[in-house]
């Protein structure tokens, strides 16, 4: 980005008339640096209605980088102007603030900064920080705010600034400045939470970790099988060189495979959480420590699930468009041809193969509505009944259709013998397994007398247990008592 386009925020300059009550009124906030996360800061403090005082080594030759509204002066110049300041360089250049180290004394330093591993230092950087300037109140702030939310808005990115520090003052100060510029302030408690906080930016998809490798895991899995039953047959039994299958039809086969799998993945867990209670007799027993976190990642396990459902579609479309059924579809009518077949028609194939389009695109729709109402700017617009009904029910609706597009798929073949290679069976009779028992189990558990006692169960009944219960009397009059609540 030019030198002119950052001195031109993207943002508007709003609050420029604030409240005399509010921080923005006459505050003014010190930056020191002149990086781009500096130079982001202070354009975002500047539309928040801020006077902003940047220091800087070379205040002449970055002052063009900034808004007109900000003045760009010297590092010790700008110290002496506020009492709140953004210390916005790295780790490594702390030291060259310490010649301002009696400046600096009695004022809030705000640390921005992260690392560029996680748990790089024995302490963090903020930690750090106060050290050096043991006179000084360091918070913690703004380091999982990129810079291009900060002139983007906080509407185009995350709106939470986590704040820690020993000073509850300070921290105050900093969660109402965060305020005034759009942000949600949430205070992670005392310094010691700094280095958590630090480590927040370097971490990759850590919710992730475990739905990309069991999809990963079942994609080889399945990709291998078929690979044997699509490839590997023909060449040993058929002597047919059928490799050029890999790239597109086999990776087709593997991937409806995968996304029906996850997608029944998504309520299992449900079900034996569900089980656990019936048995233990109560909902304040503790899961299982497996069951927690795959309870915990049932979203992530959703999407991958849609993912996989999507690419299964575009694949299919693609499938007309290989020179490989061109050439099959030739020989097909040169076949035909030969044997003078007028009229190849096969009413059932037919009503098969229009089933079959027609449910896939159904449960694809409503996969994507999953995904869809999942993501947390739809989710917050939704109440709670509404987000239950929509990934409970209709998520449950998804696997029941997914499970007919299978059968109309595979329709007769089951009972077909040349389906099965090397003795195998076709691979959609092995995806089978685990979506009909969650269904299986989903029907058991809304039967009257098994749905009443997981209603009870989850309202806070417990299984041998007294409670106390009032019954009314012939005359109106109501009388209490004790039973077993396994009774």
Same mark, same amino acid.
């Given at each position: 980005?030019?030198?002119?386009?950052?001195?031109?925020?993207?943002?508007?300059?709003?609050?420029?008339?604030?409240?005399?009550?509010?921080?923005?009124?006459?505050?003014?906030?010190?930056?020191?640096?002149?990086?781009?996360?500096?130079?982001?800061?202070?354009?975002?403090?500047?539309?928040?209605?801020?006077?902003?005082?940047?220091?800087?080594?070379?205040?002449?030759?970055?002052?063009?980088?900034?808004?007109?509204?900000?003045?760009? &002066?010297?590092?010790?110049?700008?110290?002496?102007?506020?009492?709140? !300041?953004?210390?916005?360089?790295?780790?490594?250049?702390?030291?060259?603030?310490?010649?301002?180290?009696?400046?600096?004394?009695?004022?809030?330093?705000?640390?921005?900064?992260?690392? &560029?591993?996680?748990?790089?230092?024995?302490?963090?950087?903020?930690?750090?920080?106060?050290?050096?300037?043991?006179?000084?109140?360091?918070?913690?702030?703004?380091?999982?705010?990129?810079? /291009?939310?900060?002139?983007?808005?906080?509407?185009?990115?995350?709106?939470?600034?986590? !704040?820690?520090?020993?000073?509850?003052?300070?921290?105050?100060?900093?969660?109402?400045?965060?305020?005034?510029?759009?942000? @949600?302030?949430?205070?992670?408690?005392?310094?010691?939470?700094?280095?958590?906080?630090?480590?927040?930016?370097?971490?990759?998809?850590?919710?992730?970790?475990?739905?990309?490798?069991?999809?990963?895991?079942?994609?080889? *899995?399945?990709? &291998?099988?078929?690979?044997?039953?699509?490839?590997?047959?023909?060449?040993?039994?058929?002597?047919?060189?059928?490799?050029?299958?890999?790239?597109?039809?086999?990776?087709? @086969?593997?991937?409806?495979?995968?996304?029906?799998?996850?997608?029944?993945?998504?309520?299992? $867990?449900?079900?034996?959480?569900?089980?656990?209670?019936?048995?233990?007799?109560?909902?304040?027993?503790?899961?299982?420590?497996?069951?927690?976190? /795959?309870?915990?990642?049932?979203?992530?396990?959703?999407?991958?699930?849609?993912?996989?459902?999507?690419?299964?579609?575009?694949?299919?479309?693609?499938?007309?468009?290989?020179?490989?059924?061109?050439?099959?579809?030739?020989?097909?009518?040169?076949?035909?041809?030969?044997?003078?077949?007028?009229?190849?028609?096969?009413?059932?194939?037919?009503?098969?193969?229009?089933?079959?389009?027609?449910?896939?695109?159904?449960?694809?729709?409503?996969?994507?509505?999953?995904?869809?109402?999942?993501?947390?700017?739809?989710?917050?617009?939704?109440? /709670?009944?509404?987000?239950?009904?929509?990934?409970?029910?209709?998520?449950?609706?998804?696997?029941?259709?997914?499970?007919?597009?299978?059968?109309?798929?595979? /329709?007769?073949?089951?009972?077909?013998?040349?389906?099965?290679?090397?003795?195998?069976?076709? @691979?959609?009779?092995?995806?089978?397994?685990?979506? *009909?028992?969650?269904?299986?189990?989903?029907?058991?558990?809304?039967? $009257? *007398?098994?749905?009443?006692?997981?209603?009870?169960?989850?309202?806070?009944?417990?299984?041998?247990?007294?409670?106390?219960?009032?019954?009314?009397?012939?005359?109106?009059?109501?009388?209490?008592?004790? &039973?077993?609540?396994?009774?």
């Amino acid at each position: 980005m030019s030198s002119g386009d950052m001195a031109k925020p993207l943002l508007g300059h709003q609050n420029t008339e604030s409240d005399p009550n509010t921080p923005a009124a006459g505050r003014t906030i010190g930056v020191l640096g002149s990086g781009d996360f500096a130079r982001s800061l202070a354009i975002r403090l500047v539309c928040s209605g801020f006077k902003v005082v940047v220091g800087s080594r070379n205040p002449k030759r970055k002052a063009s980088l900034f808004p007109s509204a900000a003045e760009v &002066t010297f590092q010790a110049e700008a110290v002496k102007k506020t009492d709140v !300041i953004f210390v916005a360089v790295f780790r490594e250049h702390y030291s060259t603030l310490c010649d301002l180290a009696d400046v600096l004394a009695g004022k809030i330093l705000v640390d921005v900064s992260n690392n &560029t591993e996680i748990n790089h230092h024995k302490e963090s950087n903020a930690e750090y920080l106060a050290s050096l300037f043991p006179a000084c109140t360091v918070v913690k702030g703004f380091n999982v705010v990129s810079a /291009w939310t900060l002139q983007s808005g906080a509407r185009d990115g995350n709106k939470q600034v986590l !704040i820690c520090s020993n000073n509850q003052e300070a921290k105050r100060t900093v969660a109402e400045i965060a305020q005034v510029m759009g942000f @949600t302030p949430v205070d992670m408690g005392c310094m010691s939470s700094a280095c958590e906080i630090e480590n927040i930016p370097l971490r990759l998809l850590p919710t992730w970790k475990i739905p990309i490798f069991l999809s990963l895991g079942l994609f080889l *899995c399945f990709f &291998t099988y078929n690979l044997i039953r699509q490839v590997i047959h023909p060449y040993i039994r058929e002597q047919k060189n059928k490799l050029y299958k890999i790239p597109v039809e086999v990776v087709n @086969t593997t991937l409806p495979c995968v996304s029906y799998v996850m997608l029944s993945l998504v309520y299992l $867990p449900g079900v034996l959480a569900a089980c656990l209670q019936l048995y233990y007799g109560t909902k304040y027993r503790r899961f299982p420590d497996w069951l927690d976190q /795959w309870l915990q990642h049932r979203k992530q396990i959703g999407l991958l699930s849609f993912f996989c459902a999507a690419l299964h579609a575009v694949y299919s479309l693609c499938l007309p468009m290989r020179r490989s059924h061109r050439y099959q579809l030739i020989e097909m009518a040169a076949k035909q041809a030969m044997e003078k077949k007028t009229n190849v028609w096969v009413e059932a194939e037919v009503w098969r193969m229009e089933i079959y389009i027609s449910v896939g695109i159904i449960a694809l729709g409503l996969l994507s509505l999953l995904a869809i109402t999942s993501l947390p700017s739809i989710a917050n617009s939704l109440n /709670w009944r509404e987000f239950s009904f929509i990934q409970s029910t209709l998520g449950f609706t998804a696997l029941v259709v997914s499970t007919l597009h299978t059968l109309t798929y595979g /329709w007769s073949r089951a009972f077909d013998e040349n389906q099965y290679k090397f003795y195998l069976p076709p @691979t959609y009779t092995l995806t089978l397994l685990v979506p *009909c028992t969650v269904i299986l189990a989903k029907v058991v558990f809304n039967l $009257p *007398c098994i749905r009443q006692r997981l209603v009870r169960i989850r309202r806070g009944w417990e299984k041998g247990r007294y409670v106390k219960f009032v019954l009314p009397s012939a005359t109106g009059e109501y009388s209490s008592g004790e &039973t077993s609540s396994n009774v």
